[in-house]
DNA sequence: CTGCACTATGAATCGCTAA
DNA sequence: GTTAGCGATTCATAGTGCA
């Protein structure tokens, strides 16, 4: 067993922080943080005119703590304001580059099984923003772990086998470094692109997880290697500790809820006990593929 | 034939909108416009910081031709810069928004055959904007006409018609130009969502249509009725036009390089001689299905 | 007319070199 | 110091040509 740690945290993420850690501290923070208007029981029901100003501080306490090589992604969609939809996020943008962050890119999450319903002026809300920020330009970046197999296309090529593919080929496999992810499937893979397309999961009953538990683990994948550190400050029912804690990363969970705090050590607690049966449904179940 | 006009100018758009055309004009704009540094040798290369400065006066004149209850739908995306997406995109929201435009939706165009190539800080751009803008919350929108075909059921279905009824369904299902779409399709079609999935159109030699017929064609549907004005102040090669007038809508194109302007006159001229001949090409090509 | 093989080509981005 | 230009990289799609 690996000297691993997985800690949650109970409380308000922006003074955990301040009082709890170093700056420097993570290699990735991934987090979807309550939208505007949204779990108004959980955090007060931050109202969207003010959500700027109510995550500037967070935003200026995860700088410091993230690692000059490290990346910060965060998940999130601007609701339909009277009509229109509301400017927070991009104001949010431009406020933290004025803070420091660089905005290095934005992926989009296609959410497949989207919520249903019918308005008379817009369609289902299908997609959602993850947005890249870094600390510097140069970032830690493991594309080949996320490497998907290619598309259809290569079926025929493969049977003939030209000698400019197999060139092409072998050079992709000198230039790759550690555990080849590609080869489970025995199949040429390329990377992806900014898209991720993934369905929601519909969880039982209570707790539904708007965060499936293939965001962090893509981008823990992408942006971290074993025993780096992941943080989520806005942790929920605790899907990012326990993806990581699956991953070997150690983690640090920050939720102020408390029946979510104790969800998330329920989770995330006895690893030994549950690792492989864990491990075996991972396997089974994470084959959707990014195209 | 009903008296419908498919209307090319040459020169730049602010100026032949300001000159020629009354306030409240459109029912629709559409337009790609020349993206930051990109066909420099057409407009000059507006460089990303300059952008905003240089839509924004084009955007005043159309927020005069639109009619109130019309919709403008704007493709753009940011480039990267420095290591660094751009702003100019999420700017020029903001600034439109002060001009009195209400940003109603953001639509994202997936495009599944986007530009190849590897970096070391990021994956290949597959996506684009369309923003949606306004200038009031009511506005005209014929959902009913986008509506597409349920997946499962469309697709045992149409493996069992015959190769004849294939051509004929696909066309009703997917351009049905003219055509009740919902008619045929009874109970079985479901709204789109705000994600449309779609290839570029891999053009035959010259003219580059990086604007394919799909995203003109679908908006026309969704927020025009026929003998509606539709106006694309960036012309191009005239792809807005030519779909326009397929789908029996007046429509207004402005271009300012000559060779592109002498393209779009030809592709609209002539049209009836053209049409019946045009009208089958569309039925067949246009399978491209919104899911 | 169908099916398969083959090929050209994209609103790209980074990093280096030259001026 | 800054900027402008060019090569290398890479993959899904549609069109063409041929059996």
């Given at each position: 067993m690996k000297d691993m740690e997985t800690i949650i945290h109970h409380g308000d993420c922006a003074e955990i922080l301040h009082n709890n850690f170093d700056a420097n501290t993570f290699d990735l923070i991934i987090t979807s943080p309550?939208?505007?208007?949204?779990r108004s029981k959980t955090y007060g029901g931050i109202k969207p005119d003010e959500y700027v100003k109510w995550f500037l501080p967070i935003s200026k306490e995860l700088l410091r703590v993230l690692k000059p090589d490290g990346t910060f992604i965060l998940n999130i969609k601007e609701k339909a304001v009277n009509g229109e939809r509301h400017t927070y996020v991009i104001e949010l943008i431009l406020e933290m580059k004025k803070h420091?962050?660089?905005?290095?890119e934005e992926f989009i999450w296609h959410k497949k099984n989207c919520f249903p319903g019918k308005w008379p002026n817009r369609f289902r809300d299908s997609w959602e923003r993850l947005l890249q920020f870094n600390k510097s330009k140069k970032f830690n970046m493991y594309q080949e772990a996320v490497m998907v197999p290619v598309g259809d296309w290569a079926d025929n090529r493969l049977k003939k086998l030209s000698d400019t593919d197999k060139i092409r080929d072998n050079a992709k496999n000198n230039s790759g470094?550690?555990?080849?992810?590609?080869n489970w499937l025995g199949r040429k893979s390329v990377y992806p692109t900014n898209v991720l397309h993934l369905a929601t999961e519909c969880n039982n009953r209570k707790h539904s997880a708007v965060f499936p538990k293939f965001l962090p683990e893509w981008f823990i994948k992408l942006f971290t290697k074993e025993n780096d550190w992941v943080l989520d400050?806005?942790?929920?029912?605790g899907t990012t500790s326990e993806v990581a804690q699956m991953m070997d990363r150690n983690s640090v969970g920050i939720e102020i809820l408390p029946e979510n705090y104790k969800l998330a050590k329920e989770r995330t607690a006895h690893f030994q006990n549950k690792m492989f049966e864990k491990k075996a449904e991972y396997e089974t179940n994470y084959t959707a593929r990014n195209n």
């Open positions: 309550p939208y505007a208007d949204s420091g962050w660089l905005w290095t470094f550690g555990k080849n992810v590609s400050p806005f942790l929920g029912s």
